[in-house]
Each structure stands twice: as C-alpha cells, then as structure tokens.
C-alpha cells in the first residue's frame, strides 16, 4: 500500500481551535509552544489540528484574520520542531459532526456548500504555500450515509477548486458514519495522486466510550476491562448502545481483544487503498479516561500491531483534556509505557 512518510505518528490538539469557547482566552491559554516541543519530544512526527468554521468566519461568512492568525501560530509552531500538520475543518457552517451544535442545511443548501469551497480556497491562498509539511482535511466525519454521493459531489468541486489555487498539496478525504472505515469505498476515486483516504477507529466503542455522557443511553456509571471477552463486550454493546454494532461478527465469543481484531477491520480498506493509489490514515483513536489506564495500554498494543503490519499512519486523540487527552495527569503512571505504543 502507498504509504504516506512524515505523517505516520501523529497526535490531535483537539479543543484548543475546534469544540471549545471560540474565545481568544481560550486560542491563548489552551496550549502554548511548549506543548508542540514535549510533542516532537514525546516522538510523534506531526499534529492534526481541527478547526472550527468560527475560528475564521462570522455569522455572515465575513472573514476573521485572528483566527487565521492563530492557524498560521500553529504551522509555524509545528514547523519549528520539525513537526509536519493536518489542517482539518472540524466543523462547517450547516454541519457537524455532533447534532447537539444545532448545525444544519449544509448538504441541502447550495449556499452554504459554496461558502464552504471559499474558505477552502482561502485556506489553499493562505497556507498551501506550506505544502511541504502540510496537508488539508476537507471535513470532519460526515455522519449519515444517505449524504453519500452528495459528499462525494462536494467534496469533488472542493478538490477542483482547490488544485486550482495549490495542484499538489495533500488532501485528506473521509467517509460517513462518521469517518468509519465501512464507508470507505463509496468514497469518489481520488481524482489525483495526491489524495489520502482517512477514517477514525475507536472501537470496540463500548470499551473506548464506557461511560461516555454524549453517547445516547449509555450509563455514565459503567465500566469494562480491557480483558472482557468478545462475548461479553457484544452483550454489553446491545445494553449500553442504541446503534450496538462493534464489529465482533466471525469473533469467537470467547475470545478477547488482540491485534487480529483490528486488523480484520482494516484488511479490506488497505486492499480498496491499494486498488486506488492512495494512501490509508487513520485521523483519530483512543480510549476515554474512564478506563483503567492499565486497560487503556491493552487497547493501544492491540491497534498498534495492527497500525504497523499494515503501514497505516495515525493521529491518536487527543493531546489535551476532551476525555481522552494523553497529557492528563490520569496517564502519569503509565505513559512511558504507553508512547511507543502510537
């Protein structure tokens, strides 16, 4: 499979421009250049950074030059300690990921599609001149599977006008069902060779998401090792999950979590990046801090094995803080161990 170098360790600094305040308190006191050196000291070879449309764009789509500003501390910051970086649009005006930012219209609305593909061209205008340790993410995990083909439209016009500006730097594109490997081969066939498939792995979501307070009927109270057989994480899947699926079809019940879990999940989409030419990147995974940090150290192993056999880079999330940051203090104990693990 293409491989794509510089971008095969990587780390996400979600909340700091993206799901948080969009307040400048919040861009200056969230992270600082410190963060970038322990970074680039802790081994990884380069950051995913999503960004929310706010950062950049008023109410009426009028520009914000200190949010760019705050995009440009970043790549510089990144290229300082020789870190390469994934711009990635967390969230657009009329959609995301989460239903509860009340985002709506964007895969129905001509308007707020074109508003999209402009601040796209901005961004290339801006920062493509970068190309050498950057890279662009279109959007950030498209949820329903009925917007397929109109993603696939989207996202079409959106490469044209941005090769237009910048012909070859890196874009990312990923899928429905939030980035879900599943949806990766109703992706549009990359138009051009400088197009990267991206998808998130968190599951088993009952163990990566136990007690998560965002996802539907799920007790906050609840638990899960780790070391749980197959078995019991399906049955707790159908109990803690509306949408239950976890991927344990063709799984002994008996068995327990090991690295041919992960990649049964990702032996086809290598084989579909292969037929296409591009390369396979997984932007987001990790365990919540509910789970021992003992368990969590299982669940990297497994994946990681996975992630290597295969030559699939990766971002884990998150840096800091938004229940899963790496930084946390919860992870003191074991993140010696835990590093050469992502």
Known sequence: MKNWPGYERGINLGGWLSQCPHTRERYETFLAEDDIRTIRDWGFDHIRVPVDYELVQDERGALREEGFAYIQRAIDWSRRYGLNMILDLHRTCGFSFDAAHGEHGFFEDAALQERFYRLWEEFARRFARCEDTLAFELLNEVTEQRCSETW?????ACVARIRAIAPTVKILLGGYWNNSI?????????????IVYTFHCYEPLIFTHQGAYWIPGMDTDFRLSAAASYGEMEA???RQLQHWHAGFDGLDPAGRLSADYFERRFAEAVRLAEARGTALYCGEYG???????EDALRWFACIHEAFEKFGVGRAV?????????LADARLDGVRERLLPLL
Request: include cysteine.
């Open 152 to 156: 696939n439209r989207i996202a079409a």
């Open 287 to 293: 365990v919540i801090d509910r789970a021992a940090p």
């Open 317 to 325: 999330w998150t840096y800091r803080a938004m229940d899963f940051g």
């Open 182 to 194: 599943e949806a990766l081969p109703d992706l549009l066939t990359p138009p051009d060779g400088n």
């Open 236 to 238: 707790c899947s159908r």
